[in-house]
C-alpha cells in the first residue's frame, strides 16, 4: 500500500515556523523528483518547492524563497518542508509529492499526500 503521510501543520503567528514532514511508504523518495504544493480556499493548488532526484536542483516559488527550505532523508524515507516567517498568505493546505518538479501538475501522474492545514494568523 503506497502512501504519502503529511505531518506538522497547524495554526501560527504571523512569524512563527513550522515543518512539514511527509514520511512515504510503500514507494522511496531516494532518487525521485520530490516536492510540495499547497492550495488555499478558492484558489489553484501552487507548488512551493521542488527537489530533483540527486538534490543537485532545487526550487521554490517567488513568494517563499528565503523563507522555506526543503530536504529529505533518505534513510527515514522523509521529505521536510521547513517554514519560517510565515505569513498569513501562506494559509493553505499543503501537499507532499512524488514525481513532480516545478509548478506543472498532475493530480492522476506520481504520488500525493492527503494534505495537512497550515493557518498563519
Known amino acids: 500500500d503506497v502512501q504519502l503521510v503529511e505531518s506538522g501543520g497547524g495554526s501560527v503567528q504571523t512569524g512563527g515556523s513550522l515543518r512539514l514532514s511527509c514520511e512515504a511508504s510503500?514507494?522511496?523518495?531516494?532518487?525521485?523528483?520530490m516536492g510540495w504544493f499547497r492550495q488555499a480556499p478558492g484558489r489553484e493548488r501552487e507548488a512551493v518547492a521542488s527537489i530533483s532526484t540527486d538534490d543537485g536542483i532545487i526550487d521554490y516559488a517567488d513568494s517563499v524563497k528565503g523563507r522555506f527550505t526543503i530536504s529529505r532523508d533518505n534513510t527515514k524515507n522523509m521529505l521536510y518542508l521547513q517554514m519560517n516567517s510565515l505569513k498569513p498568505e501562506d494559509t493553505a493546505v499543503y501537499y507532499c509529492?512524488?514525481?513532480?518538479?516545478?509548478?506543472?501538475?498532475?493530480?492522476?501522474?506520481?504520488?500525493w499526500g492527503q494534505g495537512t492545514q497550515v493557518t498563519v494568523s
Open positions: 510503500g514507494v522511496t523518495v531516494n532518487g525521485k523528483c
Open positions: 509529492v512524488r514525481d513532480h518538479f516545478g509548478s506543472n501538475y498532475d493530480l492522476n501522474f506520481g504520488y
